[in-house]
């Protein structure tokens, strides 16, 4: 296989078979959502043809994974399927097929239980590489993929999730700032404001950018800082913020958080959604999920569930109206006790959420250590029921993350924030402008 074919992604490959299946013949070549579950495991195989490919000589019904080699990671996924799918696989009548990038020798010394990799794969799989499927044919494209058919691709995967797996939602603050509330810089600036009315503080909001620096550019350093000013003390400083937040404006779910609700009742009405956890203080969810009929209840710690769908506040819970409310976590010190506490409620349920189920972050940067942390736990900690590298799902605006680059620079930039993140088991789903997020969330279970 040639060195410009070796750098081909899974992305690559699926444009790859699009292309050439297109000059010969109209295929339908999908995500596969085949609901093929054994023993607690579920098997989802990257793309289904249901009417197979004349040109390709493949048959109907034929389920396809796309790995870039012949290394661990495949010999794994084999012995999964050989183990817990063969079976199932040809009794509902499927054509399995596995497509390589590149395909070493089989002299290999992987092994799949007391059988050499060889033997397995002679027995019971179809196994060929790209240039092998498709012959020496002239008429592959020689441009990379673009961004936009990387981005329907990954949307499509991410479709298949909400329609066949257990979900999850992770919330942040982009969430809350569609409803047009302030993010955590902006409302840092409130309460240095707050704080030079009601203390006599000189500094100002002006002086934020230099404060922010002296913090070692850190908002939650800054948000300790801005503590002090209200003499550290807890409730006073809660209520401060709750003003800052809210200041005197009615604030109602925008068409994000209404989307994202949209989601979380189909998931709940199918009897798959594992889990909402959010790191916002306000109600928005819980006032949008009532709107849809459905009844919920805030989750602020270790509390006895309920009967009503629990929103997970991880950061804390400060609605504007209702007298209920709990610790926000807005500096470095509340950080730290979360940190320092490895069984705390919030790290276990987000724990859980990313072991069970497929997460969909939505709103927020995905640059939260905690979170990362997380990710990176739970990413360590997967069974070999899991042979997929990427399970999650982070929605990112393409502006946020690439602010001061333009052009290729800032599209390769994007591509190494993504690598980043596959190595965390998320996959980035990228959009232009705000307005389309909901659009793009609405579309997941249609």
């Not at 069970?356 to 069974?383: K, Q």
């Not at 994007?414 to 705000?434: Q, T």
Request: net charge neutral; proline share 3%.
């Amino acid at each position: 296989m040639n060195k410009r074919a070796e750098m081909f992604t899974e992305y690559r490959m699926y444009h790859i078979l699009s292309h050439y299946c297109s000059k010969r013949e109209y295929v339908i070549m999908e995500p596969a959502d085949l609901g093929l579950k054994s023993h607690g495991k579920t098997f989802r195989p990257d793309f289904y043809l249901p009417h197979g490919c004349r040109a390709l000589s493949l048959k109907p019904r034929t389920i396809i994974d796309l790995h870039s080699g012949l290394d661990f990671y495949l010999a794994q996924t084999l012995r999964i399927i050989h183990d817990n799918f063969y079976s199932i696989i040809h009794e509902k009548g499927y054509n399995y097929l596995c497509i390589l990038m590149r395909l070493e020798s089989f002299s290999s010394s992987f092994q799949l239980g007391n059988q050499s990799l060889q033997g397995r794969i002679s027995e019971d799989f179809q196994i060929t590489t790209l240039r092998d499927l498709l012959g020496d044919s002239q008429e592959l494209p020689s441009q990379e993929i673009n961004e936009q058919d990387k981005a329907d691709l990954a949307v499509k995967k991410a479709a298949t999730a909400i329609k066949s797996e257990q979900c999850s939602f992770i919330l942040g603050a982009g969430v809350s700032i569609d409803a047009k509330l302030p993010n955590w810089d902006d409302l840092l600036k409130r309460l240095i404001e707050k704080a030079k009315k009601d203390k006599g503080l000189t500094l100002d909001k002006d002086d934020y950018d230099c404060l922010f620096k002296d913090c070692g550019s850190s908002s939650i350093i800054l948000g300790r800082l801005v503590s002090t000013f209200f003499n550290d003390d807890e409730n006073e400083f809660r209520k401060a913020i709750q003003q800052a937040l809210y200041q005197s404006t009615k604030f109602e779910p925008g068409p994000l958080a209404m989307a994202i609700c949209n989601l979380i009742k189909y998931k709940y009405k199918n009897k798959s959604l594992t889990s909402i956890i959010t790191y916002n203080y306000d109600d928005l969810i819980e006032r949008g999920l009532k709107e849809k009929g459905l009844l919920n209840i805030p989750v602020f710690g270790n509390q006895n569930q309920s009967i009503y769908i629990p929103i997970y506040h991880v950061h804390g819970y400060l609605p504007q109206d209702d007298d209920i409310w709990s610790t926000i976590v807005l500096s470095e010190k509340e950080y730290h006790d979360i940190y320092k506490t490895a069984y705390h409620w919030s790290n276990v349920e987000q724990l859980h959420a990313m072991q069970r189920s497929v997460c969909f972050f939505i709103g927020l940067s995905m640059t939260d250590p905690n979170l990362r942390r997380l990710l990176d736990i739970s990413y360590g900690e997967r069974t070999d029921s899991e042979y997929h590298d990427i399970r999650h799902f982070a929605f990112l605006r393409k502006g946020d993350v690439s602010k001061d680059l333009k052009g290729e620079k800032a599209t390769e930039f994007r591509r190494k924030m993504e690598d980043m993140l596959k190595g965390l088991g998320v996959a980035v789903i990228w959009y232009d402008e705000h307005k389309e997020l909901p659009i793009i969330l609405s579309s997941l279970c249609k």
